[in-house]
């Protein structure tokens, strides 16, 4: 346990052929970072590991940096982000810097980084925030079952991706996320747990993410939910475009270029 005073924050996004989502997670992100005290400062890193769709010009377009990858792993990819953060923030102690992560298909809330930092100036190491599916991807069946079996507000400790907030120094003596297409997340955080972390979950400041019955890691969250949608007879979200203002700001960014 920590009662370092956090003095930066390091959000990382990993990215592969996300630009459908893209804009609507980028836009939810600037908004938390907006909500921040102006003496913390914060830098955001988006891994774009393998794209061959617009992603890459979204980033550019939201003026924020991309880091392209190969990897086609999200472990891999959350590592790079990282360990780009830490670099930028390297004279400040690994103490008092805070990572907090989420995905390029899902949209936080504006309290999302302000509700983690309050757990870290608590003395938390980890912080495990809960999600919840898109309801217009799902069947009303399947949704009317997703509200009545998650009690809105409290924290159950699941791991996700999403939503998952880590002390820089717990995570490097953790030694960080491993490099592999899917449960990086879990994986750090038992780690972080058999070194006696301090860890902190809470189901404020819920993630929206993706619906989809087939996400972009073998399993992973959309294991889940299409787990759970073969019992309600559900199609699953399809990939869609861009939304307008994101093919707006495609189109600013091609004119640009």
């Given at each position: 346990m920590s009662t370092d005073v956090i003095r930066a924050v390091a959000v990382v996004i990993p990215v592969h052929n996300e630009a459908a989502l893209l804009h609507r997670c980028l836009l939810a992100v600037r908004a938390a970072v907006r909500e921040v005290d102006p003496s913390v400062q914060v830098i955001v890193r988006v891994v774009l590991d393998d794209c061959t769709d617009q992603s890459p010009a979204l980033v550019r377009a939201h003026r924020?940096?991309?880091l392209p990858i190969t990897a086609n792993a999200v472990g891999r990819a959350r590592a790079v982000g990282t360990a780009s953060a830490l670099q930028a923030l390297r004279g400040i102690p690994r103490e008092s810097i805070w990572t907090a992560h989420t995905d390029g298909d899902s949209e936080v809330p504006a309290g999302w980084l302000t509700?983690?930092?309050?757990?870290?100036?608590?003395?938390a190491d980890v912080f495990l925030?809960?999600?919840r599916p898109d309801f217009?991807?799902?069947t009303a069946a399947h949704r009317e079952h997703w509200i009545e079996t998650h009690a809105g507000g409290r924290g159950v400790g699941n791991v996700h991706g999403a939503n998952l907030g880590i002390r820089a120094s717990t995570y490097l003596a953790a030694g960080?996320?491993?490099?592999?297409?899917?449960?990086?997340d879990a994986q750090l955080v038992a780690s972080c747990r058999r070194r006696g972390a301090r860890i902190a979950a809470s189901g404020r400041a819920e993630v929206l993410t993706s619906g989809r019955l087939f996400g972009r890691t073998p399993g992973g969250y959309a294991a889940f939910v299409r787990e759970q949608a073969a019992h309600?007879?559900?199609a699953g979200s399809a990939e869609t475009s861009p939304s307008p203002r994101a093919?707006?700001?495609l189109d600013a960014e091609e004119r640009a270029g």
């Open positions: 924020l940096v991309g509700t983690q930092l309050a757990a870290a100036h608590r003395g925030g809960t999600v217009a991807d799902l960080g996320f491993a490099s592999v297409t899917e449960h990086e309600f007879g559900g093919e707006e700001l």
